[in-house]
């Protein structure tokens, strides 16, 4: 019997080892290809809202912010989706990932659109007790959103055998996505009173003059700038990866150090933009620091580049 014993393990050792499967996420694609269907519905009918309802919350149109929501999440839904193809194996995982992400994603989208049906505001409204449980629904989810998103991003990080420049473009768009929503946790306690828990303003009350359709301060420091910049480089950094591959000659080593240029300096952005307007400076309004420190930024990432692209290149 030990013997028996000795050969089956001697056999199980002697197997290679099982290579990952690059279609392991096609069941959690497909759950976010059918919510990315339902966000694009979902931001027709708020287009729709905001073209025939009048109405104003907070200075703006009622129907402004459920159709900016919905704008970023069918662009993080999309984006997600394609970037899962670059995870191989781990398919109950991307699962249940997939699966969280849109469940806390459907119900930040009815919390919204449910206080623009009531008259009211959604973030950092705790002044009735529906108010106060919505909002902190709301915190919920987003917290969903923001473990599941740092498990995908440990996932991509960890894959193999990917084009170097595509996989940098994944893994620092990954990162600068939860950079956005860590910056996000400053607006919490900012200018907080006895019926809020937060505003993005700093320096004054949310709802003063803002910029068309972002509505960002024109006059004070925004936190959502930031937040949206370190969001959205999930798009922006996957995208440059794609066009470097796509439109230009350069070697995959050379596209993988120019992504760590760009995403090193996306980093020092949303520090950047986080820093102005916790300060009370409207984007629109910088002093000369916030000019320095711009120029400096625009400048290192010029030499980081000219660095890259001067080495000599591999086939």
């Known amino acids: 019997m030990t013997s ?70 069918t662009l993080y839904l999309l984006t997600l989706r394609w970037m899962l193809r670059a995870v191989h194996g781990h398919r109950r995982t991307l699962i249940v990932l997939a699966s969280v992400i849109v469940l806390a994603l459907a119900i930040e989208v009815v919390w919204i659109d449910v206080q623009v049906v009531r008259g009211t505001t959604s973030h950092f409204n705790t002044g009735a007790p529906f108010d106060a449980a919505a909002y902190a629904a709301g915190g919920v989810s987003v917290s969903a959103v923001f473990i599941a998103t740092i498990v995908i991003a440990v996932l991509a990080l960890r894959t193999r055998g990917l084009d170097l420049g595509v996989a940098a473009g994944i893994r620092w768009g990954l990162g600068l996505c939860v950079v956005g929503m860590v910056e996000a946790v400053s607006m919490l306690g900012n200018g907080a009173t006895s019926t809020t828990t937060g505003a993005h303003t700093v320096g004054a009350v949310d709802g003063g003059a803002g910029m068309p359709f972002t509505d960002w301060s024109l006059h004070h420091g925004d936190l959502r700038i930031a937040h949206f910049v370190g969001l959205h480089m999930i798009q922006a950094l996957p995208v440059l990866a794609w066009v470097l591959l796509r439109c230009t000659r350069l070697d995959e080593r050379t596209r993988r150090d120019l992504l760590r240029v760009a995403g090193g300096a996306a980093v020092v952005l949303v520090g950047l933009l986080w820093w102005q307007a916790e300060r009370g400076q409207a984007l629109v309004e910088p002093d000369a620091s916030t000019v320095a420190a711009a120029m400096a930024l625009v400048a290192a990432v010029a030499v980081g580049a000219a660095v890259v692209l001067r080495r000599p290149r591999t086939d």
Do not use: C, Y
């Open 4 to 73: 028996i014993t000795s050969r089956l393990h001697d056999h199980i050792d002697a197997l290679p080892p099982r290579a990952p499967d690059p279609e392991a996420s096609a069941p959690a694609r497909r759950v976010l290809g059918i919510a990315t269907a339902v966000s694009v519905v979902t931001l027709l009918v708020s287009m729709v809202a905001l073209a025939v309802d009048g109405q104003e919350i907070g200075g703006e149109p009622a129907w402004v912010k459920p159709t900016k929501f919905a704008i970023a999440i």
